[in-house]
């Protein structure tokens, strides 16, 4: 008597089946729980970071012919003169592609200096790219909360 061996070799039908199985699976979703934004219209200043040789004055909205200016840090404080800006809030805002909290801190130290040497009150920090409005971006860093805190050894 002979005995056949048997192989598990997965059937098509078992294959879709468990690829379907898997693709439906989720991910966990976790709850940004950082503090948001929300005093847009109360903003001075909406400046976007790229790096320092582009930054991008997005209000008021700082144009030629059309195009936004690129300014670097040495150009920024000239162009905010010439434009009269009210100095009480600027927000910052910084791509998703900082994603190193010590580059982020070290970052918003630089600005929260460049800005306040430019007579601004508060600075904020925001991630996100700012559309019309920047209500609703997620808060890195705020100089008046910062300041609250200095007391106790933090601050830029």
């Known amino acids: 008597m002979t005995r056949k061996q048997f192989h598990f070799w997965p059937s098509p039908v078992f294959a879709l089946g468990l690829a379907l199985l898997v693709s439906c699976a989720q991910t966990p979703q976790v709850a940004d729980t950082r503090p948001r934004f929300h005093e847009d219209a109360a903003t001075d200043v909406v400046l976007q970071h790229y790096r320092w040789e582009h930054i ?20 920024l404080g000239p ?36 800005l306040r040497r430019e007579g601004f009150q508060r600075v904020v ?32």
Do not use: C
């Open 125 to 156: 920090f925001v991630r996100g790219a700012p559309g019309k409005s920047v209500d609703g971006l997620p808060i890195i860093a705020d100089t008046r909360l910062v300041e609250v805190r200095s007391t106790q050894g933090a601050g830029f």
């Open 79 to 114: 162009a905010l003169h010439r434009m009269q800006v009210k100095r009480d809030l600027a927000v910052v805002a910084f791509g998703w592609y900082f994603s190193a909290p010590e580059q982020l801190n070290e970052l918003a130290a630089e600005w929260a200096s460049l």
């Open 56 to 75: 991008n004055l997005m209000r008021p909205a700082y144009r030629e012919d059309g195009y936004l200016v690129q300014l670097s840090r040495e150009s």
